[in-house]
């Protein structure tokens, strides 16, 4: 059974600092890993998607790596601000089976 | 294209009742899974379906099921609320069979309270 663990579970930064939220997972065999980010009360937004042959995945401002054999992922936000502040959700697609695993996210608060 | 919709928004039931949550897939697509999230957790699949059919269930009891129409459209159906049923409820759609790499395109998800 796959374990998706997010560190930390919550995060409080000011203005301007970089974000770094860490992913793991316990079985290495999958077709992509994928970051969301969730505002309260609200559906799901796709951030980035790293397939298995890859080794990082940017978008403006946020960059995420994908280490497979040592089952890690880790999303950097660079130069928070405060429309950063929600919960982001990291998901593994396994190669054996249908769903998504989720952790249970990262709640990030930017402070003005 | 149209994204995944669901509906309704919000949702107020009373325990023993019976719901049923609507998702309409984006276009082309032909599997629509199912996901509960409740508060402060990563969202849980409950199940998967392809072409009307289901093909993947995750641990959830059997009042909990589903149908798929023949535009891939779905329905989440749960009978005998309970109150730990309360969550949000999230639908995603993807062009695959399921098991493969597809990426799976969340609706804005569905707010079941149940007193």
């Known amino acids: 059974k796959q374990e998706v663990t997010q560190i930390p579970a919550a995060l409080s930064v000011p203005e301007g600092e970089n974000l770094v939220l860490n992913c793991s997972f316990t079985d290495s065999a999958i077709y992509n890993l994928q970051w969301f980010r969730q505002d309260p009360g609200k559906g799901l937004t796709s951030l980035l998607l790293?397939?298995?042959?890859?080794r990082e995945q940017t978008s403006g401002r946020l960059n995420a790596s994908l280490d497979k054999s040592s089952g890690r992922s880790t999303l950097y936000i660079a130069a928070s601000q405060p429309g950063d502040s929600a919960t982001y959700l990291c998901?593994?697609?396994?190669?054996?089976?249908?769903?998504?695993?989720f952790g249970a996210g990262t709640t990030v608060t930017v402070r003005a | 294209e149209t994204g995944v919709t669901q509906s309704p928004t919000h949702l107020i039931k009373t325990r023993g009742q019976q719901v049923t949550l609507r998702c309409s897939s984006q276009?082309?697509?032909?599997?629509v899974s199912w996901y509960q999230q409740a508060l402060g957790q990563g969202p849980q699949f409950i199940f998967q379906y392809y072409r009307e059919e289901e093909n993947g269930r995750g641990n959830f009891p059997p009042r909990f099921s589903g149908l798929q129409f023949p535009n891939y459209s779905s329905e989440l159906n749960v009978n005998a609320l309970e109150l730990d049923d309360s969550a949000l409820y999230l639908c995603?759609?993807?062009?695959?069979?399921?098991?493969?790499?597809?990426?799976?395109?969340f609706g804005p998800g569905t707010r079941l309270t149940v007193l």
């Open positions: 276009s082309g697509h032909n599997t």
């Open positions: 995603a759609s993807s062009p695959g069979a399921g098991r493969g790499p597809d990426t799976q395109y």
């Open positions: 998901a593994v697609k396994l190669v054996s089976d249908y769903k998504l695993s």
């Open positions: 790293i397939q298995s042959s890859q």
